[in-house]
């Protein structure tokens, strides 16, 4: 049995999406696979990662988040439609974000851990 990681550049589209798809399916050994955020899509983006910590440091600070929380529905909305998925993934990444911010936004170190651990088990869906 194989574990194989991807994140960052190798998933920061569809494109690269599907190349990791079809590494994974070369080798039948592989059977557990792990995702991480999206990287850059080019030069000058900005990695999901840093979109999540941004996202946090507005809820901590008390300041209006709502931006950028879009900007990082946006990101896996353009990976939806370019993998011509279903966009009803938008509303579970959603409701999944504003759960975490409702429910941990006094807790800076466990929102944030958990913070990127959906963004994780948000690309695994």
């Given at each position: 049995?194989?574990?194989?990681?991807?994140?960052?550049?190798?998933?920061s589209n569809?494109?690269?999406?599907?190349?990791?798809?079809?590494i994974v399916?070369?080798?039948d050994e592989?059977?557990i696979i792990i995702?991480?955020?999206?990287?850059k899509?080019?030069?000058d983006?900005?990695?999901?990662?840093?979109?999540?910590?941004r996202?946090?440091?507005?809820?901590l600070n008390?300041?209006?988040?709502?931006?950028k929380k879009?900007?990082?529905?946006?990101r896996?909305?353009?990976?939806?439609?370019?993998?011509?998925?279903?966009?009803?993934?938008?509303?579970?990444?959603?409701?999944?974000?504003?759960h975490?911010?409702?429910?941990?936004?006094n807790?800076?170190?466990?929102?944030?851990?958990?913070?990127?651990?959906?963004?994780r088990?948000?690309m695994?869906n």
């Open positions: 049995m194989k574990v194989a990681k991807f994140g960052g550049s190798s998933v569809a494109t690269q999406i599907k190349k990791v798809l079809n399916n070369e080798d592989r059977k995702v991480s955020a999206p990287g899509r080019h030069k983006d900005i990695k999901t990662t840093d979109l999540l910590i996202l946090y440091e507005k809820v008390g300041l209006d988040y709502q931006d879009k900007e990082i529905i946006q896996y909305a353009d990976i939806l439609e370019e993998l011509e998925m279903d966009m009803i993934f938008l509303t579970t990444i959603d409701e999944t974000l504003e975490i911010i409702k429910t941990l936004k807790e800076p170190l466990v929102y944030m851990m958990l913070y990127y651990r959906a963004a088990i948000l695994l």
